[in-house]
């Protein structure tokens, strides 16, 4: 079997380095709300920093998602660690869907009680300021290097920001509509409209998590391309085949596969074929393992 | 017993739960209606979440119960284990709620009403758990079902509540001191936070396609070293993952570089079945390589 090409080097240090970017952009909003919060004495400011308390959570589990994926397989991980981005996509997705709840559970809280706002011009500096950060980081560092990574954990914490940016502006928006209207309900109304915004994209995240985890075939156009590969070589090489596997793990793809050869074809000959047509898989897709049953002409395939 | 037989097994375990349920929630709401006892009805809400998570229980089982199709190649299987991390996240939730509760209790210092009564319902409700619990871990142990045996340590956490509640009431009674209920209650959520940590790391292991126990692993290897020297030279490569009940193996076997494919193949097959044989519900990819492969690769 060939060895895939695994993730680089550099690749795992560039996904190490975005995820350490989150950290620290989060970190440093987290320090900066506290202070302006203290010196203002604005409680939802303050609790503003809370809420990027959780961020600096999730941007630290995707390092070290990000990092645990990154070691190779073992004896007690047949088939790598890359899963492990996978899982932290879901708890992402989780994370968001909770922080959803607590922004609806206090904006209900707010329109039961009456809305007090303290503090607006302040708030709404604060907000801009945080959106601006959240921004930067997740559409200029963490997408575009989980894209070229293909890294789950990293997209995840892309998501995860990009609500913290909706959340930020959404009620920054709100805080200038009291201050137009002066009618301070707007400001629990466009909280709950940003939380059920970003309850969509939690569950996305969950939902796109889960598939792999529950061991999806790869997309139906990779599928394809594989089908259309490993055909090329019928008549020739291989009778048929049959039987065609695929899964992710993290960046990952595990292919498996039944080809047919000639019942008199020597085991030498043969896996001669099966590597030529893993090796091919592999070039076609990067970063794939790809495994080769050889079955005789005359075995019926039982299914496929 | 056979896959549909299995699954049918399953089936019942989680309906067996989601009947008990439903009979305690109705009857923790009779109590706590007839007697108007709001700790007793806030019991039935308890209940319901422990309704939701034996539905979730069921629909897990039966997706898992789905023969492999174009979009799952290696079957639906994995679903028990995702609803095993859910379940886990759902016991996780009912534990911060008692914590929420009882420090709301110890700040008020609320009076509890009706301790006799209170008492009774408890011991009702631990009792059916404690049943139930039986019955589910036999069906998971004899099924190999993780959701069922998420199930099962959902209700054994509901066993921790019932009695830590009956425990802190009877102290109340006897020392005259309220506090006694919220300080047993929040340590029983810390002992409910352990099982729900327990029931997740065992679902994500097999998410995160963790190798067989030894013990299994130690079948495995043993049958297939039987044909060393005689049907085969070697093998190598040998890995290995769950997928809710079933075991997927795949390995390397090396035979001579002239053999034909006819032969060497049903060298393969002979052991696929011979492993599926001695570890009931695997499901077995034999890669053949000639001798004169170098095992460079083997890791």
Same mark, same amino acid.
């Given at each position: 079997?060939?060895?895939?090409?695994?993730?680089?080097?550099?690749?795992?240090?560039?996904?190490?380095?975005?995820?350490?970017?989150?950290?620290?952009?989060?970190?440093?909003?987290?320090?900066?709300?506290?202070?302006?919060?203290?010196?203002?004495?604005?409680?939802?400011?303050?609790?503003?920093?809370?809420?990027?308390?959780?961020?600096?959570?999730?941007?630290?589990?995707?390092?070290?998602?990000?990092?645990?994926?990154?070691?190779?397989?073992?004896?007690?991980?047949?088939?790598?660690?890359?899963?492990?981005?996978?899982?932290?996509?879901?708890?992402?997705?989780?994370?968001?869907?909770?922080?959803?709840?607590?922004?609806?559970?206090?904006?209900?809280?707010?329109?039961?009680?009456?809305?007090?706002?303290?503090?607006?011009?302040?708030?709404?500096?604060?907000?801009?300021?945080?959106?601006?950060?959240?921004?930067?980081?997740?559409?200029?560092?963490?997408?575009?290097?989980?894209?070229?990574?293909?890294?789950?954990?990293?997209?995840?914490?892309?998501?995860?920001?990009?609500?913290?940016?909706?959340?930020?502006?959404?009620?920054?928006?709100?805080?200038?509509?009291?201050?137009?209207?002066?009618?301070?309900?707007?400001?629990?109304?466009?909280?709950?409209?940003?939380?059920?915004?970003?309850?969509?994209?939690?569950?996305?995240?969950?939902?796109?998590?889960?598939?792999?985890?529950?061991?999806?075939?790869?997309?139906?156009?990779?599928?394809?391309?594989?089908?259309?590969?490993?055909?090329?070589?019928?008549?020739?090489?291989?009778?048929?085949?049959?039987?065609?596997?695929?899964?992710?793990?993290?960046?990952?793809?595990?292919?498996?596969?039944?080809?047919?050869?000639?019942?008199?074809?020597?085991?030498?000959?043969?896996?001669?074929?099966?590597?030529?047509?893993?090796?091919?898989?592999?070039?076609?897709?990067?970063?794939?393992?790809?495994?080769?049953?050889?079955?005789?002409?005359?075995?019926?395939?039982?299914?496929? | 017993?056979?896959?549909?037989?299995?699954?049918?097994?399953?089936?019942?375990?989680?309906?067996?739960?989601?009947?008990?349920?439903?009979?305690?929630?109705?009857?923790?709401?009779? =109590?706590?209606?007839?007697?108007?006892?709001?700790?007793?009805?806030?019991?039935?809400?308890?209940?319901?979440?422990?309704?939701?998570?034996?539905?979730?229980?069921?629909?897990?089982?039966?997706?898992?119960?789905?023969?492999? *199709?174009?979009?799952?190649?290696?079957?639906?299987?994995?679903?028990?284990?995702?609803?095993?991390?859910?379940?886990?996240?759902?016991?996780?939730?009912?534990?911060?709620?008692?914590?929420?509760?009882?420090?709301?209790?110890?700040?008020?210092?609320?009076?509890?009403?009706?301790?006799?009564?209170?008492?009774? =319902?408890?011991?009702?409700?631990?009792?059916?758990? =404690?049943?139930?619990?039986?019955?589910?871990?036999? =069906?998971?142990?004899?099924?190999?079902?993780?959701?069922?045996?998420?199930?099962?340590?959902?209700?054994?956490?509901?066993?921790?509540?019932?009695?830590?509640?009956?425990?802190?009431?009877?102290?109340?009674?006897?020392?005259?001191?309220?506090?006694?209920?919220?300080?047993?209650?929040?340590?029983?959520?810390?002992?409910?936070?352990?099982?729900?940590?327990?029931?997740?790391?065992?679902?994500?292991?097999?998410?995160? *396609?963790?190798?067989?126990?030894?013990?299994?692993?130690?079948?495995?290897?043993?049958?297939?070293?039987?044909?060393?020297?005689?049907?085969?030279?070697?093998?190598?490569?040998?890995?290995?993952?769950?997928?809710?009940?079933?075991?997927?193996?795949?390995?390397?076997?090396?035979?001579?570089?002239?053999?034909?494919?006819?032969?060497?193949?049903?060298?393969?097959?002979?052991?696929?079945?011979?492993?599926?044989?001695?570890?009931?519900?695997?499901?077995?990819?034999?890669?053949?390589?000639?001798?004169?492969?170098?095992?460079?690769?083997?890791?």
């Amino acid at each position: 079997m060939k060895t895939p090409a695994v993730i680089d080097v550099h690749d795992r240090a560039l996904k190490a380095r975005a995820a350490w970017a989150s950290i620290a952009s989060n970190a440093t909003l987290i320090v900066f709300k506290l202070i302006v919060g203290v010196l203002s004495g604005s409680i939802g400011i303050i609790s503003e920093a809370l809420h990027s308390g959780s961020d600096l959570v999730a941007s630290v589990i995707a390092l070290v998602a990000v990092r645990a994926s990154a070691k190779p397989a073992d004896p007690s991980h047949r088939y790598g660690h890359e899963k492990v981005e996978n899982v932290s996509g879901v708890i992402e997705g989780l994370l968001i869907i909770a922080a959803a709840v607590v922004i609806v559970y206090e904006a209900v809280q707010k329109i039961i009680h009456g809305p007090h706002i303290e503090h607006l011009e302040l708030a709404v500096g604060v907000m801009i300021v945080s959106a601006g950060a959240n921004l930067l980081v997740s559409r200029g560092v963490l997408s575009p290097v989980a894209k070229r990574t293909d890294s789950a954990a990293l997209e995840a914490d892309a998501a995860h920001l990009l609500t913290d940016v909706y959340t930020s502006a959404g009620i920054a928006c709100g805080l200038v509509l009291v201050k137009v209207t002066g009618w301070e309900y707007f400001d629990p109304i466009l909280a709950i409209a940003v939380a059920l915004l970003i309850v969509w994209t939690g569950w996305r995240l969950v939902d796109r998590s889960t598939r792999v985890l529950l061991d999806e075939a790869l997309p139906d156009d990779e599928l394809e391309l594989i089908g259309e590969k490993v055909a090329e070589h019928r008549g020739e090489l291989i009778i048929g085949f049959h039987r065609l596997r695929s899964r992710k793990a993290g960046s990952k793809r595990l292919i498996d596969l039944h080809i047919t050869v000639p019942d008199d074809m020597t085991v030498d000959e043969a896996h001669g074929v099966a590597e030529h047509i893993e090796a091919d898989i592999v070039e076609l897709l990067p970063n794939s393992e790809a495994l080769v049953h050889v079955e005789p002409r005359s075995h019926l395939p039982e299914s496929d | 017993m056979s896959a549909a037989q299995t699954g049918a097994a399953k089936a019942r375990g989680a309906w067996v739960s989601i009947g008990a349920n439903g009979a305690l929630i109705v009857f923790k709401l009779l =109590v706590g209606f007839v007697t108007g006892s709001i700790g007793i009805i806030s019991e039935a809400v308890h209940s319901s979440t422990d309704l939701a998570a034996a539905i979730i229980a069921l629909v897990s089982v039966r997706e898992a119960s789905r023969p492999a *199709d174009l979009h799952h190649r290696y079957g639906h299987d994995k679903v028990e284990n995702l609803s095993g991390f859910v379940e886990a996240a759902i016991v996780f939730v009912a534990a911060v709620a008692i914590v929420v509760e009882a420090v709301r209790h110890l700040i008020s210092g609320e009076t509890v009403d009706r301790i006799p009564l209170a008492i009774a =319902v408890m011991l009702v409700s631990a009792a059916v758990n =404690v049943g139930l619990t039986v019955y589910l871990y036999r =069906v998971a142990r004899r099924t190999g079902s993780p959701a069922l045996e998420a199930d099962a340590a959902n209700h054994l956490t509901d066993i921790y509540t019932s009695l830590g509640v009956v425990g802190g009431l009877v102290l109340i009674e006897v020392t005259g001191r309220t506090y006694f209920d919220p300080l047993i209650a929040i340590a029983v959520a810390v002992l409910i936070m352990w099982t729900a940590w327990r029931i997740a790391t065992r679902s994500t292991r097999v998410l995160l *396609d963790e190798a067989l126990p030894d013990d299994e692993l130690a079948i495995v290897r043993s049958t297939v070293a039987e044909h060393q020297g005689e049907l085969i030279i070697g093998y190598h490569k040998l890995r290995s993952r769950h997928a809710g009940s079933r075991h997927l193996i795949d390995l390397h076997i090396t035979v001579p570089g002239d053999m034909t494919i006819k032969s060497a193949h049903q060298i393969a097959e002979h052991i696929e079945t011979d492993i599926a044989e001695r570890l009931p519900n695997s499901e077995v990819l034999v890669h053949i390589e000639p001798a004169s492969h170098e095992r460079a690769d083997e890791s």
